[in-house]
């Protein structure tokens, strides 16, 4: 039986050509550079380092807290 996942598809490569983070215009990743690909409907959206590192870091402290399996207090 096979198991879902919740990290969806991602990888990590250099670019091609240069062009501008999906998370922040101001960040241009130049040909060659490293840089997080994340699998959006038939598409990637990429990302430079120090975005990546933001979002893996945040993503890390999400899982975490739901490894506790531990319901979320609601607002009712």
């Given at each position: 039986m096979a198991t879902k996942s919740l990290i969806v598809s991602t990888m990590v490569?250099?670019?091609?050509k240069a062009h501008n983070c999906q998370a922040n215009s101001k960040h241009r990743i130049e040909r060659?550079?490293?840089r997080l690909g994340?699998?959006?409907d038939r598409?990637?959206?990429?990302?430079?380092?120090a975005c990546a590192q933001s979002m893996i870091e945040r993503g890390l402290?999400?899982?975490e807290e739901l490894s506790k399996l531990?319901?979320?207090?609601?607002e009712d």
């Open positions: 490569d250099r670019a091609k060659g550079d490293i994340v699998r959006k598409g990637w959206d990429r990302y430079c380092v402290l999400r899982l531990e319901p979320e207090e609601s």
